[in-house]
């Protein structure tokens, strides 16, 4: 403890060497600069907001597809082929209640159809409904028949695709949840324990995610699926759309490029948020005032893709909104892209996978998923265009043979199941390129094109395939 650090020596240091071209005071001389070697992309040019000198040739094709919107030539709802007038729906009855697809004057569909659709309903219509549900519930009781539920039925044999509507629907078929029932007693419990928290959510005008609403009651709940079902379930009953129960699942897609919006009182330039974009708010009720000069909508399914399109800043060169919901696309990022296309009247363009999977990504956007069917209106986006990757740009662009993935079986099966299905057949295009992936057994993702150079995509690959209107 006694012992003293020793003193440090310092010797001063012999002077050194003055280098030539240095300063007196030894600081080194500035060096002329000489300009740098031009690169394939200069990184200044790619965060130039100034278009491509070739981007009224290229988008002259996508232009006229956007005069077809804004005429009213391109309808939210496309009839199937041998349709010759649009089919309408009625309202039957109160929230939650069938509505009847009417055959309009002229029209070949078979007969009419009793589905469930839901509304985009007021906070205050939602809590009344609830309200409602809860005095009929409590009624059932006092009669004598237990705690019973009367709810649209979600299974897979009740959900059907309309060629009138061009999506996925839900049938009129309902059941019965009971208190009294052993099987069913838990779900019921769940299905009044998520109506009362439901109930204080809108009461006190927040939003939570499905998680938060999971953890309120983890022994009632077990499992999240239980609880997210059941949510699904109350939005049939009530008739309102699951963004209108605000609760809402974590974000996950992105935007970038040529939009501008207020999100819940915040102004938004999704030109300036940097290489990754802007996420996606789950809360698509809170975004107003939305502006934009693109002349299309890029819909990306690869995350890697995406963030391509950013970083080379491909929305400036060729003004456009590129959106991605980084694979299996999720609820906030399907009502973004509907209510961009609805309100600002620009065709969407798609980029996915060559793969049976990404054709299926692709379909849920316009048709809608089985899950969510009973508010496939609000969710699905109709006529977006197939851009690529598409089997046949494998041999046009001649993408080598190591990255022509082979499908396995259960691809090869996905594919044939696509090829029976009835939206798949209502489009001969998306037709025969299937038929050419089940009959060569070759798949092939995006950043394949990236064998050619990394921005192969940006710089030729997009440019070429907008400009000769290659999509279906």
Same mark, same amino acid.
């Not at 031009?38 to 040739?57: F, G, H, I, L």
């Not at 078979?110 to 906070?123: F, M």
């Not at 499992?223 to 949510?231: H, K």
């Not at 008739?239 to 102004?267: H, M, Q, W, Y």
């Given at each position: 403890?006694?012992?003293?650090?020793?003193?440090?020596?310092?010797?001063?240091?012999?002077?050194?060497?003055?280098? *030539?071209?240095?300063?007196?005071?030894?600081?080194?001389?500035?060096?002329?600069? /000489?300009?740098?070697?031009?690169?394939?992309?200069?990184?200044?040019?790619?965060?130039?907001?100034? *278009?491509?000198?070739?981007?009224?040739?290229?988008?002259?094709?996508?232009?006229?597809?956007?005069?077809?919107?804004?005429?009213?030539?391109?309808? @939210?709802?496309?009839?199937?082929?041998?349709? /010759?007038?649009?089919?309408?729906?009625? *309202? /039957?009855?109160?929230?939650g209640a069938p509505l009847t697809l009417v055959k309009s004057e002229g029209s070949?569909?078979?007969?009419?159809? =009793?589905?469930?659709?839901?509304?985009?309903?007021?906070?205050?219509?939602?809590? =009344?409904?609830?309200?409602?549900? &809860?005095?009929?519930?409590?009624?059932?009781?006092?009669?004598?028949?237990?705690?019973?539920?009367?709810?649209?039925?979600?299974?897979?044999?009740?959900?059907?695709?309309?060629?009138?509507?061009?999506?996925?629907?839900? !049938?009129?078929?309902?059941?019965?949840?009971?208190?009294?029932?052993?099987? =069913? &007693?838990?779900?019921?419990?769940?299905?009044?324990?998520?109506? $009362?928290?439901?109930?204080?959510?809108?009461?006190?005008?927040?939003?939570?995610?499905?998680?938060?609403?999971?953890?309120?009651?983890?022994?009632?709940?077990?499992?999240?699926?239980?609880?997210? !079902?059941?949510?699904?379930?109350?939005?049939?009953?009530?008739?309102?759309?699951?963004?209108?129960?605000?609760?809402?699942?974590?974000?996950?897609?992105?935007?970038?490029?040529?939009?501008?919006?207020? $999100?819940?009182?915040?102004?938004?330039?999704?030109?300036?948020?940097?290489? !990754?974009?802007?996420?996606?708010?789950?809360?698509?009720?809170?975004?107003? @005032?939305?502006?934009?000069?693109?002349?299309?909508?890029?819909?990306?399914?690869?995350?890697?893709?995406?963030?391509?399109?950013?970083?080379?800043?491909?929305?400036?060169?060729?003004?456009?909104?590129?959106?991605?919901?980084?694979?299996?696309?999720?609820?906030?990022?399907?009502?973004?892209?509907?209510?961009?296309?609805?309100?600002?009247?620009?065709?969407?363009?798609?980029?996915?996978?060559?793969?049976?999977? !990404?054709?299926?990504?692709?379909?849920?956007?316009?048709?809608?998923?089985?899950?969510?069917?009973?508010?496939?209106?609000?969710?699905?986006?109709?006529?977006?265009?197939?851009?690529?990757?598409?089997?046949?740009?494998?041999?046009?662009?001649?993408?080598? $043979?190591?990255?022509?993935?082979?499908?396995?079986?259960?691809?090869?099966?996905?594919?044939?199941?696509?090829?029976?299905? =009835?939206?798949?057949?209502?489009?001969?295009?998306?037709?025969?390129?299937?038929?050419?992936?089940?009959?060569?057994?070759?798949?092939?993702?995006?950043?394949?094109?990236?064998?050619?150079?990394?921005?192969?995509?940006?710089?030729?690959?997009?440019?070429?395939?907008?400009? $000769?209107? @290659?999509?279906?």
């Open positions: 403890a006694d012992q003293r650090l020793a003193p440090i020596s310092l010797r001063r240091m012999p002077p050194r060497k003055k280098k *030539p071209g240095a300063t007196t005071s030894g600081a080194p001389a500035k060096r002329k600069r /000489t300009p740098a070697k031009s690169s394939a992309v200069d990184p200044a040019s790619a965060r130039s907001t100034a *278009p491509a000198a070739d981007a009224d040739d290229v988008l002259a094709k996508v232009r006229e597809l956007q005069d077809a919107l804004r005429s009213g030539n391109g309808a @939210d709802i496309r009839p199937s082929a041998g349709v /010759t007038a649009t089919a309408r729906l009625a *309202p /039957t009855g109160a929230d070949t569909a078979t007969a009419a159809k =009793e589905i469930v659709e839901v509304s985009d309903l007021p906070t205050s219509r939602v809590l =009344e409904s609830i309200e409602a549900i &809860a005095v009929r519930a409590a009624h059932s009781v006092l009669a004598g028949r237990g705690l019973t539920f009367s709810i649209p039925s979600r299974s897979s044999t009740n959900q059907v695709y309309v060629p009138e509507l061009d999506r996925i629907v839900l !049938g009129d078929k309902r059941g019965s949840r009971s208190i009294s029932s052993v099987r =069913e &007693a838990r779900k019921t419990a769940i299905t009044v324990r998520v109506m $009362e928290l439901i109930s204080q959510v809108l009461a006190k005008g927040i939003h939570i995610t499905k998680r938060d609403m999971f953890y309120t009651d983890v022994k009632l709940f077990v499992d999240q699926n239980d609880s997210d !079902g059941v949510l699904d379930d109350v939005a049939t009953m009530v008739g309102c759309t699951r963004s209108n129960l605000n609760v809402v699942a974590s974000d996950k897609g992105l935007v970038v490029g040529r939009i501008s919006f207020v $999100e819940d009182g915040d102004p938004i330039d999704c030109t300036r948020m940097g290489v !990754g974009g802007k996420a996606i708010p789950p809360y698509i009720d809170k975004i107003t @005032d939305i502006t934009s000069d693109a002349d299309f909508v890029l819909l990306v399914e690869k995350e890697a893709a995406y963030m391509r399109m950013a970083e080379d800043r491909f929305y400036n060169k060729y003004p456009c909104i590129v959106i991605t919901a980084k694979g299996q696309p999720d609820v906030a990022t399907r009502m973004f892209l509907r209510r961009i296309k609805h309100e600002l009247k620009i065709p969407v363009l798609a980029l996915v996978d060559s793969d049976p999977y !990404g054709l299926k990504i692709l379909s849920v956007y316009m048709t809608g998923s089985k899950n969510m069917s009973y508010d496939s209106a609000s969710l699905t986006t109709p006529d977006i265009k197939w851009l690529g990757l598409r089997p046949s740009d494998l041999d046009r662009y001649d993408l080598p $043979e190591q990255c022509r993935l082979d499908m396995t079986e259960h691809d090869i099966k996905t594919g044939k199941e696509l090829l029976n299905e =009835e939206f798949v057949q209502n489009n001969p295009a998306w037709m025969k390129e299937l038929q050419i992936m089940v009959k060569t057994k070759k798949k092939a993702e995006i950043q394949a094109l990236s064998s050619f150079g990394f921005q192969f995509i940006t710089e030729v690959y997009l440019p070429r395939k907008i400009r $000769e209107g @290659d999509w279906v």
